[in-house]
């Protein structure tokens, strides 16, 4: 099993930015792909950005060049956020792969708003 946990949500206004963190903990041994997800309300989850065995990224295009993935060790991942928008409001939720399981966090709230 592996847990989740995120911080570093919050309010900010448009243009501003954010860091999202989430460690990871339990059994971290072999997670081979981590990153977010977000969903905002009366949409569907949808992906922000993952790190696929501790190299390369996938970015949604909505994010790119604004949103930077990263990962720190084994059991911590972040998320760069900068020139936010109002339409990035949402949770953002951890996610992490292990063996083909998927894991979630219960996320944290982002709100961009003048």
């Known amino acids: 099993q592996v847990q989740l946990v995120e911080s570093g949500g919050g309010s900010v206004q448009p243009g501003g930015s954010l860091r999202l963190s989430c460690v990871a903990s339990?059994?971290?041994?072999?997670?081979?792909?981590m990153g977010w997800y977000r969903q905002a309300p009366g949409k569907e989850r949808e992906l922000v950005a993952i790190?696929?065995?501790?190299?390369?990224t996938v970015y949604a295009d909505s994010v790119k060049g604004r949103f930077t993935v990263s990962r720190e060790n084994k059991n911590t991942v972040y998320l760069h956020m900068n020139s936010l928008k109002p339409e990035d409001t949402a949770v953002y939720l951890c996610?992490?792969?292990?063996?083909?399981?998927?894991?979630w966090g219960k996320g944290t709230l982002v709100t961009v708003s003048s």
């Open positions: 790190i696929i065995s501790s190299s390369s």
């Open positions: 996610y992490a792969n292990r063996f083909g399981a998927s894991y």
């Open positions: 339990g059994d971290i041994s072999a997670i081979n792909r």
